[in-house]
Structure formats: C-alpha cells, structure tokens
C-alpha cells in the first residue's frame, strides 16, 4: 500500500517549457487534488477532482490543467512555464472533500 | 483575505515542556479543523482533528482545543519531543462538501 506517490520529485525547466507532473494513489479516494507551497505561505490549492473525469478550479488554476482519466491518477500541466510557478508541488487525496486528506512526497520545481 | 491564520512563523520550546501552536479563524461557517505536522522534504502528515460540536480532543501527547466564541484553536503537545521539530499546519473546512483552508505554518523546533 503506497498511499500516494508522485513523480518526478524534482524537475528543472526553463521558461516557456512544458511539463506533466503526475500523481498516483491506491486508495480507492474520489477526491484528489494539487496544491501548490511557497515560502512563508501556506497549501494553496491550484485544482482538484470529485471523481473520474471531473476536475474544478481551485485558488490559484492560472497557467495550468489537469486530467482525471483514471480514479486513481490526477495529473497537472504547465503548458508554458513561468519562473512564478516555482513552487513545491503537492498532490492528496481523500474519501471526502472536507476531511482528513492524504499527500504525496512533494514534487520540487524550479523554472528559469 | 487569510482565512486561517497562524502568526507565530516559529516557535522554540525545551524537551519535555509544554508546545503551544495557535490557529484563528475568521469564517464563522468552519465546523472541522485539523493539524498537519510536515517534516522537510516530505508532504504534510494528518496528525489531529476537532470538530464544532466539541471543544476539545485528545490523542496521546496531542490536544486540540477549540474556542468558537473567539474563533481560535490551540494545538497542545505535552511532552515536546525531539521528534515533534516540524512545521504544524492549521486547516478548516465548512462541510463535507468544502475545500480544506490552510494556515501558513509554524516551525516548531524542540530544544534539547
């Protein structure tokens, strides 16, 4: 039982470039989504999903997407990315969207 | 507008004492709060929770208490361990059917 897994845990891109980031959990969640942490601030949700093939804006969506093909799989897009989206990366999940969620390891980003 | 606040950015405390993290509120419709404790380098970890209709909770070394006239919340780790040097996240929500919102942190360093 992982719980819930992210890859890559570190990336380095350069402006303008494009990238997935992907998240994977294995306990049967309908809930999942991804945040965003930045110094001296805290979780920021970018978007989440309800459930397979649904997904919804959260504080902060601009300049990224997301995909909710499979229950377990949530995965975030940058199709351009800007030096402001260096950030740590955090996916979750939970069984239901106001309760106890479960995060991955982190995915750390840096754009130049 | 921060709904969840948590103005200490860190704290210091000896082994063996008392820790006291604190969390305000401003949303009067938050019925369910939780602490996070998040270690470098890995995603934040569920570590208690309250609900409105209580004031208070107890796992262990661990206490939530919950002033909702004041709109205030207080983690109690009693003893503090080496271990429990961490970040500690303060997050609410309004329902089953809302996001969680999170505090900025406070870095917790125990002292030997």
């Known amino acids: 039982n992982a719980g819930v897994t992210q890859t890559p845990k570190f990336r380095v891109l350069k402006t303008g470039q494009s990238m997935t980031l992907l998240c994977a959990q294995d306990m049967n969640h309908e809930y999942m989504y991804w945040y965003r942490q930045d110094p001296g601030m805290g979780l920021r949700l970018i978007h989440y999903s309800v459930g397979e093939g649904t997904t919804a804006k959260g504080e902060v969506p601009d300049g990224y997407n997301v995909s909710r093909l499979k229950k377990q799989n949530f995965l975030l897009g940058l199709e351009s990315a800007a030096p402001s989206q260096t950030s740590v990366y955090f996916c979750a999940s939970s069984y239901i969207s106001g309760g106890e969620q479960f995060f991955g390891p982190g995915t750390r980003l840096t754009v130049l | 507008d921060q709904q969840v606040k948590q103005n200490s950015p860190s704290l210091s405390v000896q082994e063996g004492r008392i820790s006291i993290l604190n969390c305000d509120y401003t949303?009067?419709?938050?019925?369910?709060f939780l602490w996070y404790k998040k270690y470098p380098a890995e995603g934040p970890t569920f570590l208690i929770s309250i609900s409105s209709i209580k004031d208070k909770n107890e796992d262990g070394r661990f206490t939530v208490f919950l002033n909702k006239s004041a709109k205030h919340l207080s983690l109690h780790i009693v003893p503090s361990q080496p271990g429990d040097s961490a970040v500690y996240f303060c997050a609410a929500s309004a329902g089953s059917n809302y996001q969680l919102i999170w505090g900025a942190g406070t870095k917790l360093i125990i002292k030997p």
């Open positions: 949303n009067s419709m938050f019925d369910y």
